[in-house]
Structure formats: C-alpha cells, structure tokens
C-alpha cells in the first residue's frame, strides 16, 4: 500500500503543478522538491511491500515504510484543502472577478500561508525519510534481485507442493482429466497447444502434473519435460532447462550438455533443442506462464515438421496469456472453475477428517464446517490449506468456533498459511499499478454481495484511478481495466448480458479482504475509536448499529459507502456532511436514507453521489455548488424534480434520474421521468442522462441539442407534436448508444420518422408508444444489437424492416403489431438470440422458415389469446433451448404435456419449456417446465400453486 500511495501522490502533483503554477507561486517550488524525493523513494517501495507480503522486512522498515505512506496521504490532504480554500474563496468574491484579480487575492489569503507552511513541512519529512533510508542502509531493498520488470520473487516457489499431490486426494478432477489427456494423445498430428487457465490456487498445476504423469500420456510420447515458468523467468535459463530436462534419460549426454550450454547463447540453444525434438513425438508443460510474449519465442525451439502429434500444455492465470496461442493449428482452452459447493465439501472433509474419521465430518461440526467451506468460496488451495490446519486441531467445537471467528487474522499470521497467501499475493503483484488500485476497490464491498460493473467503474473514475487515453472516454478506459483483470482471473463474472458484457462481477473472499484498502465498520467489527488517525482514508458501513454509526469523527476521511445499515441516524447525516469536507465519494445505494441536508453543498471534493434505492424527495440548491460532481446516482429514488441549480455542475457525466410513481398507466410501465428545468444544455459533459419529461415546453429540445456528448439519454411523456424537435436533437447525438424514448400515453403517437441524420453508434433502442408507421432509418443501424417496440400497435408487419439487421441479438415486440401473422423468412436474423412476442392480440399464426432465426437461443411468447398452436417451423430452431408461453388458455398448455399433447413432439428437442397459465378465475396457476436433466417425470399440482411436470426426452 504505500508504493500505490506515493504513486497516487505523485499523480496528484503531476497536473497540479502543471495547471495550478501561477496560483501556487510561492509553494510551487516545495512541491516540485517533494515530487523529486517521491521519485526517489518509490522504487524502495514497491519491493518493500513484496518483501513485506513474504515476511522479510524487520520493524525498522516496516516502520519508515508506515511513515512513507501517512506523509503520503498528508500530501494529499493539504492538496485538498488547498483546492477547498480556493473554491470557497471563488464562491465569496466571484468566479470572473477571481480570475483577473489572482495573483493579488492569493497573496493575501491567509489560509495559504497555512497550506505554505504545511507543505514546508511536509518536504522536510519527505527528505528526513530520504536520507533516514540511506542512514537504516536499506537500499538493497531495491536492489536484491531485481528484474529488468521490477518484480523481485526470490523465496522458493510454494507451487512445488501441488506437484506431488496424490490423485486421490483431489476432487472433480475425472472430467477435466479425461478431456486433457484426449487432447494429448487425440486429434491433429500437427503439433498442439493446450492451455489450463483459472486464477491461483484454483488447482491448474495439480490438474496439469495428474495428466502428465499419466500412463496414457507417458507411453504416447518419446519425450517429456515439465519445465516451471514463473514471472522471472530468463530465457536463456529457461531454454538450458529444457534441454536438460529432454535429455535426462541419457546421463552421459546431461553431463557434457551442461559444461556446454553454459557457453552457448540463445540461438545456439534453440538451434540444439530442435535438433534433438525433430522426428520425436514430444510432450513439454510449462508450468505458470505469465507473458503474453512468452509463445511468441519458445515455439521456435519446437519443432513442428514432422507430424508426430506433439503437445505443449501451458498453465496461466492469464486469459491473455492463453489467447496468445491461437495462431496453433491445433489448440484447445479448459477454464478452471472454483467447486461446486458439494465438491469443496468432499475436499475440506478429506483434509479436515483424514486421520480421524476417514474423511467423514463429525455431526457436531458440521454447521461449523459448513461455514469453513463457505469462507473459502471453492478455491482448492483454500479448501486444502485450512482443512490442514484444522486436521491438527481437537475436534471441539469451542476451538473450532474460536478458529472460525479468527479466520481472517489467522490468514495473516498464521505460518501454516504462509504458502496461501503467497501463491494468491502473486496474482497482485503482477499487477501494474493502476489496477491495483482497481483491485483494491473490491475490498469495500460485502461479502457474496452482487457488484454492479457499472457502478464499480464509475466509483474509479470518481477516485481518480482512470487516466485519460487519446480517443477513449474515460469509461471505455475503465472497462479496459476491468477486462484486464477479468483476463487475469482476478475478478470472476457473475453474470453476462445478452451481448457478452460483464454486468456483475466479484473477487474471491479469501484475496479482497486485508488489503490494507479500506476500513470496514460493522456489528462484527465496532472498534473504531481511532477513525480519525491519517490512515483511514475510505469507511465500508455493513449493517451497523446506531452508536457504532454515532461514533464516527474522522474528517480525513475520503470515500464513504454504506451497505444495508439498520438506520442511519440523524446526528450521523448531519456530521457526514458538515465535517467531512475531504470526501470525494459517497455512496447510499439501498440505505435508508430521507433527505439530503443543505450542508451537501459544502462537499466541494464529491465525484460521486449516490442515493439510488432511497427515500429522498429532495434535492436541495445547494448540490449546484458541487463543482467537480462526475455522477449523480437518483434512481428509483423519490426525486420527482431537479433544482435548477443543478445546471451549474459541468463536469457531470451521468444523470441517472427516473422515479418510482404508484399512479402510473396499467400496463404502460414504471419509470417516471424527473422535472428539469431550462438551461441543462450547459451540462455539454453529460454521457448519460435518463429518464427526464419531456412536456415542459420546445426549450427543453433546444438544450437537448447541446448535449453533443451523450451515450445514453431516457426521455418520458413525449408528446406527438414535440417529435419532429427531439429528431432534430437526436441527430447532433453523433455519440448514442442507447435510446429510450416514451410517449406521453399509451395511445399518443410517436412520429420518429423525421431522422435524416441516424447515430450510427446506437446500440439499444426502446420505442414505447404508438407508431403510425415503422420508422425506416431503424433498417440503417448496423451496430444495434437490442430492439424493444412496445404498444406500438403497427398494422404493417416489422419484420422485413429488421430482418437484414446484422448485429440485432434482442428484439422485443409487445403490444407492437396488430396483424394476424407472423413470417420469418429463410436467411432473415442471422445473429438473433432472443425473441419476445407478447400481448400481439390479433397474431394467430407464427411461421418459421428453415434458415431463419439460426441462433435463436430463448424464445417468449405471451398473452396471444389468437395463437392456438405452436409456431410453425420451430423444430428447425435447433439452437433454442429455452421456450416460455404464459398467460395462454388451458387448451394451449395441454398440448404441451409429454406423451398426450398433440404438440409435444415439435418441441421435445428444446431442452427446457416452460409454460405459465391461469385460469378464468385467475385463482390457479400451473407450468409446465420439460428439461432434458429429469430423470423421472413427475408431477405435482397445489391449488393456487405451481403444478410443474418433469419429463426426461
């Protein structure tokens, strides 16, 4: 933590000292001098903290190491507060009259005299650590074996253990088994590369030795070599090893192959290497490949000529260490994924109960182990590490309890778990500094706790982790590094959208806590007498009780998030905003909070405001003074209006404002649009700005077409005669992404015909209201991949205006099409996955041709009361693998039963169908769900319940 302190410090300074210099003046020369010594100090460090994750740093380093990092984070507080002075001196005397009258102003303002001094002293302290460094003699810190990348990993490798792990002893390991060694000994005889990719501790080296070492394996190939990686590898070294290793059978040959390769260089030794692999089918593993460069070189001393069906098997934390062998004729991927919760169960109780029970869990630990499992979330070497520890321990359930509690501590002290720690901290050292940072952030949060991409990517932007990059916002810089760590197996994805994305994404438990990151204050943990001290700079709120909240002083803090607390007490809110005027982010995403107090407005440093999910009404005139504001998070809270003050805050990016209204139209929708007022089109940052009204008048179209910027824009109540203007503003949009637009009432028309200039950009688009006719430039977007018409009531049918779309994936037509049929047409949706068909109340018949609808994945049709019989040709969907029907008559559901239904037959090749209907009386309701993985049909029906039927194909 203290390298990615002074890191962050010395990004501060950078821009500070380049575009503040006239104001700084008399301090701009101490600051340049502290920027000076940081440079200085900051290669000590980074391998003071890899050193210090090993245990090898003594007190009198980890001590100026400390020190480093409170200066650090002093630094940045008197950057703030210089920063805060100034804005509030702007505020008194006037932005204009400031700007001609600066130098003067500055001169007399005595709170930079105050900040003068601090920085004085600051430089001194940095200095005094400086030469206090060469005094203590620890420069070899930066110095023992070092490489050319800054990394320095000298202890021995505690992989070497997962070599010599016993078959028996693994889990789940059949499969993945299995499917390598086909890869092995199967297949091309071009020469093939196979990569075992998962994050670490996940069980890729045990996996790979398994299949070496198998008997299949060693009798299919004349040559074998299981050679370890690592990130410092050298290649010289690593070629001089290989050739020992292929020619460890011959004794004689190893001798005199050593005295001599010492002398050669790297085209000698890849010129030797191939000339003793031609003509031989061989096998090499190279174990924890951390370059993506790393094939790119190695494959030229394997050759591949003779089309003898040789391997080479690679483990990597890196999908872009594995994407990197493509260019392989013959070349296969298995993704390591954690264990399911019964496998890591057999696998905690094998090690746990080895000696004592056979591997069998005592009843009276169970609910305890059970918990043990959980905290290890499936990660083997966590399942094996803790149930080692525990196989020593007495089986009482007070230790075992107590073990429990201390969990956490235990990882860090615990000499058992020294290995753990080390093979998972690799991962985190790899990392350049800029994720780091990135990664750290996962520590804020709860755990198992869903973390929106979103939301995550827009808090780094706000704490200042994300650089700009010529040509890219700084969210598509954000996502660059979330994909970079979701490549590395850092992050794990817990859910995809429909076109590939990550929209929910985690970090194993055991690696995103103790990051030294962020304090987290909850019920299990309420000691915070010390919050105050310069070391906590961000504050996680889990579940915590009122004095606990009550307790909180510290105003150095920077970022708040709060997670579920029972309340939020009054007293709390009102320091929060008055004392704490340092914070940058603040996030009450789902807190009970009632209203935001005046006081918000002295938050000059906030990014990031979040009271999405709360019961805040108002917003209060003051939020206009948050000048350097980035999001400002109002969804599915209870803002109905924003104040005009708002239009002052221009450095706003996303404006995330729809309402919850229990008034709104039937069967129209939720999302109530907020009241802006004239003059948001000074807002020329904004990305993203969704839901607003639109029946305030033609001066809001004329400020929507300053918004040149947007990504994103949701619009509410549009009336017909104010249609031509939002087309009018769409077309300067030259950057949309999304649009969202709703009529003023189901039945107002929508007339968007008047688009001559389309965003080519646009990827979603949702029309909700009636459409007279089918607006045509929609057949113009090539990059739309998602496309929702509800009530649009069309009486021409839609489909041959879309069908040619070459990227559409989701199309949605509810309430969208008033005729009788529906045709696809062979060659028409090539890309399409997703298909809705709901609430077409004329539709009575579906045609399907054979070549349409190729990768038609989910199919869902609704309350078509005309449809009497499945879609016609949907046997030739054999991609479908998820049918609904719902809300159709009794009649229509029976036909779907297994072996009785007149239509089960056309749909016994889907693997689930799922059909949802009520009665008359809407007081019954049943489904049907067919899926391929029951084994015995079965059913079962409650009155008023589900009644659901299994059935095996």
Not at 247 to 265: I, L, T
Not at 839 to 851: E, F, K, R
């Amino acid at each position: 933590m203290a390298e990615i302190a002074v890191s962050f410090v010395i990004d501060r300074l950078v821009p500070l000292l380049q575009e503040e210099a006239k104001l700084l003046r008399g301090v701009h020369t101490e600051a340049n001098s502290i920027l000076d010594e940081l440079q200085v100090i900051k290669p000590f460090l980074r391998n003071a903290d890899e050193r210090d994750a090993r245990g090898e740093l003594d007190e009198v380093v980890k001590a100026w190491v400390k020190q480093v990092r409170q200066v650090s984070h002093q630094i940045e507080d008197v950057i703030d507060e210089y920063m805060l002075h100034l804005a509030k001196h702007r505020q008194r005397r006037g932005f204009i009259s400031f700007f001609y009258k600066v130098g003067h102003l500055i001169r007399k303002l005595k709170p930079r005299h105050d900040i003068a001094s601090l920085i004085q002293d600051v430089k001194r302290t940095i200095s005094d650590l400086n030469q206090r460094k060469n005094t203590y003699r620890f420069s070899s810190i930066d110095q023992q074996g070092s490489t050319s990348n800054g990394k320095n990993i000298p202890w021995q490798d505690p992989r070497v253990a997962s070599l010599f792990i016993e078959e028996a002893e693994v889990v789940g390991i059949e499969s993945p088994r299995n499917e390598l060694i086909s890869w092995l000994v199967e297949g091309s005889p071009k020469r093939g590369v196979i990569s075992v990719v998962g994050m670490g501790g996940i069980g890729k080296t045990t996996l790979a030795k398994i299949v070496y070492d198998h008997p299949r394996v060693t009798k299919h190939f004349n040559c074998h070599a299981w050679i370890s990686v690592s990130e410092t590898y050298k290649m010289e070294e690593l070629l001089k090893t290989m050739i020992k290793k292929f020619y460890q059978k011959k004794k004689k040959q190893n001798e005199s192959a050593d005295g001599n390769n010492d002398k050669m260089d790297v085209t000698s030794l890849i010129e030797k290497l191939r000339h003793h692999l031609e003509g031989k089918r061989y096998v090499v593993v190279f174990d924890d490949v951390w370059d993506s460069q790393f094939w790119g070189f190695i494959k030229n001393a394997l050759p591949d000529k003779a089309d003898k069906g040789s391997r080479v098997v690679i483990t990597t934390r890196s999908d872009a260490v594995a994407d990197s062998f493509k260019d392989s004729p013959f070349y296969h991927v298995h993704k390591l994924q954690l264990l399911p919760k019964d496998m890591a169960w057999d696998l905690f109780c094998k090690k746990a109960f080895k000696t004592d029970s056979g591997g069998v869990c005592p009843p009276a630990l169970t609910d305890l182990s059970w918990n043990i499992v959980n905290r290890c979330g499936g990660l083997p070497l966590a399942l094996v590490t803790i149930g080692g520890v525990l196989s020593t321990k007495e089986k009482v359930t007070q230790q075992w309890q107590t073990f429990l509690l201390s969990l956490g501590s235990e990882l860090g002290s615990n000499p058992r778990f020294t290995d753990t720690t080390r093979i998972l901290s690799l991962s985190y050292f790899d990392l350049p500094y800029r994720l780091k940072l990135c990664y750290f952030y996962f520590g804020i949060f709860p755990k198992d706790f869903p973390i929106s991409c979103v939301r995550l990517m827009r808090l780094w932007i706000a704490e200042g982790f994300v650089h700009k990059k010529a040509g890219k916002t700084l969210e598509e810089v954000a996502e660059e590094y979330l994909t970079e760590l979701i490549y590395r197996n850092m992050v794990q994805v817990s859910w995809v959208d429909f076109d590939g994305k990550p929209r929910r994404c985690r970090v194993h438990d055991m690696i995103s806590k103790n990051l030294g990151f962020c304090d987290i204050l909850s019920n299990d943990n309420p000691d915070f007498e010390s919050l105050d001290r310069l070391e906590t700079r961000r504050l996680s709120i889990h579940n915590s009780k009122d004095k606990v909240l009550e307790s909180i002083t510290g105003s150095r803090i920077h970022s708040i998030f709060i997670f579920n607390p029972d309340e939020l007490p009054e007293s709390f809110v009102r320091i929060l905003f008055s004392n704490f005027n340092l914070l940058k982010t603040l996030d009450f995403e789902n807190a009970p909070l009632h209203y935001l107090p005046k006081e918000v407005g002295n938050l000059f440093h906030l990014r990031y405001l979040s009271i999405r999910d709360t019961e805040t009404k108002i917003l209060p005139k003051s939020i206009g003074r948050l000048q350097n504001l980035l999001t400002l998070d109002l969804k599915r809270s209870l803002v109905s209006e924003l104040p005009v003050e708002i239009n002052r805050l221009h450095k706003l990016r996303h404006l995330l404002v729809y309402y919850l209204d229990e008034k709104f139209e039937s069967g129209f929708g939720y999302r109530q649009g907020v009241k802006i007022h004239e003059g948001f089109g000074r807002l020329e940052a904004l990305q993203k700005l969704y839901f607003l009204e639109a029946n305030h008048g033609p001066w809001l179209f004329e400020d929507l077409r300053k918004l040149k910027q947007l990504r994103k824009l949701g619009i509410t109540k549009l009336k017909s005669e104010d249609c031509k203007a939002l087309c009018t503003a769409i077309e300067k949009m030259n950057h949309l992404e999304s649009l969202n637009v709703w009529s003023l009432s189901r039945y107002e028309i929508l007339d968007l015909q008047h688009i001559a200039c389309v965003p080519q950009y646009l990827r979603r688009l949702y029309l909700q209201g009636r459409l007279e006719k089918f607006p045509v430039w929609i057949s113009t977007l090539k990059n739309l991949v998602k496309l929702r018409f509800r009530w649009s009531s069309l009486t021409e049918d839609p489909l041959p205006f879309l069908q040619a779309l070459p990227s559409l994936l989701v199309l949605g037509l509810i309430g969208a099409y008033d005729g009788e049929l529906l045709h696809f047409k062979e060659g028409g949706f090539q890309k399409l996955k997703v298909l809705e068909l709901r609430y077409l109340n004329a539709l009575n018949s579906v045609i399907i041709d054979n070549g349409a609808l190729p990768l038609l994945q989910e199919l869902v049709i609704g309350c078509t009361p005309q449809l009497k019989e499945v879609p016609s040709g949907i046997q030739h969907l054999r991609k479908l693998s998820n049918l609904t029907f719902y809300d159709m008559t009794d009649e229509f559901a029976r036909t779907m039963l297994p072996e009785e239904g007149q239509d089960y037959k056309v749909v016994e090749h889907i693997p689930t169908v799922r059909f949802l209907c009520r009665n008359e009386s809407e007081q019954s309701v049943f489904s049907v769900e067919m899926s391929r993985n029951s084994m015995t049909p079965k059913v079962l029906q409650f009155q008023g319940q589900l009644m659901r039927f299994n059935c095996c194909k």
